[in-house]
């Protein structure tokens, strides 16, 4: 039972900067991965980059070194600074977060979404 809530999105130019926002709220006790996915019209959704409580980050190959994931445990938010933005990052881009107790781990919850638009 887990809420979470992605701001930030919208449009900007190619070669711009943008930061997406997504708060968790609801039964966040022990959430311990946070993240963003992705979807492109047309394809399927795809991995941009997760983070863990103890600052784990797997990242896109892909995306590494355009992208920041990072997150603020005590607001229980993950962000994604995006730089140097191209056309084929347009996409819906979704948060994650995943429960762990001891090791176990729930499924995935999962954002509504946020636009992000790169076009001139």
């Known amino acids: 039972q887990v809420q979470l809530v992605e701001s930030g999105g919208g449009l900007v130019q190619p070669g711009g900067s943008l930061r997406l926002s997504c708060a968790a709220s609801?039964?966040?006790?022990?959430?311990?991965?946070m993240g963003w996915y992705r979807q492109a019209p047309g394809k399927q959704r795809e991995l941009v980059a997760v983070?863990?409580?103890?600052?784990?980050?797997i990242y896109s190959d892909s995306l590494k070194g355009r992208f920041t994931i990072s997150r603020d445990n005590a607001k229980n938010t993950v962000y994604l600074q995006m730089n140097s933005l191209k056309p084929e990052d347009t996409a819906v881009y979704y948060c994650?977060?995943?429960?762990?107790?001891?090791?176990?781990?729930?499924?995935?919850?999962w954002g509504q979404g946020t636009q992000v638009t790169v076009s001139s």
């Open positions: 609801g039964s966040i006790f022990s959430i311990n991965t």
């Open positions: 983070i863990t409580s103890g600052g784990n980050t």
């Open positions: 994650c977060a995943q429960h762990t107790y001891g090791s176990i781990s729930s499924p995935y919850y």
